[in-house]
């Protein structure tokens, strides 16, 4: 399954408010281990995760879609 998530959203934001991939993710109450693999593209995901991903970055999360 193919990605959709525009990862550079999510990483832009990580590196605008010089957060960890770490710090975001328990931001967002997410595993870590999740994140990483979001953002690697190695897992698809869970629609929760990515509301949850929204609300931490404060946009609607039909913005986070290709």
């Given at each position: ?36 693999n ?16 929204s ?12």
């Amino acid at each position: 399954m193919k990605n959709f998530i525009k990862k550079s959203l999510i990483e832009d934001y990580i590196k605008e408010k010089n957060l960890t991939r770490e710090t975001f993710a328990k931001m967002c109450r997410i595993p870590f281990k999740t994140l990483n693999n979001i953002l690697s593209g190695r897992k698809s995901f869970y629609i929760s995760d990515i509301f949850k991903i929204s609300k931490a970055l404060d946009i609607d999360m039909t913005e986070l879609f290709d």
